[in-house]
């Protein structure tokens, strides 16, 4: 696992602690995606958050041609996706991706 990779899903596994304590009623699963999408050809590592009693799920991706940013996709189980935005990942913080979580999940 590349060093951004990991330091993200730090970031997001203590956002998801965060979220977790707050709201003990909402479960959600947290998966590393490091090779999958490799072997699809796509340049980009993945993180993802589902909810499943909600059929809801938040995609971070890592794309290899644009390695300061992170994109974020809010959609559901299926792979629909609802909406989509950029961050810098500078700017991504437990209190950022527990806000998303929060504004996604309840």
């Known amino acids: 696992m590349n060093s951004k990779l990991k ?6 596994a203590k ?12 479960g959600t699963l947290m ?6 999408l490799r072997n699809q050809g796509v ?3 993945a993180i993802t958050i589902d909810c ?5 799920k938040i995609v971070m991706l890592l794309h ?4 300061d940013v992170v994109n ?7 792979g629909d996706i609802f909406s989509s935005s950029e961050y810098p990942l500078a700017t991504l913080s437990e209190a950022v ?5 929060e504004k996604n999940f309840t």
């Open 7 to 12: 330091n993200l899903s730090e970031i997001i």
């Open 15 to 26: 956002a998801n602690d965060l979220f977790g304590n707050k709201y003990d009623n909402i």
């Open 31 to 36: 998966g590393i995606m490091d090779k999958a």
């Open 43 to 45: 340049n980009a590592d």
């Open 52 to 56: 499943v009693a909600q059929n809801k």
């Open 64 to 67: 290899d041609d644009k390695p």
């Open 72 to 78: 974020i996709a809010l959609g559901n189980k299926d």
């Open 97 to 101: 991706i527990a806000e998303i979580m």
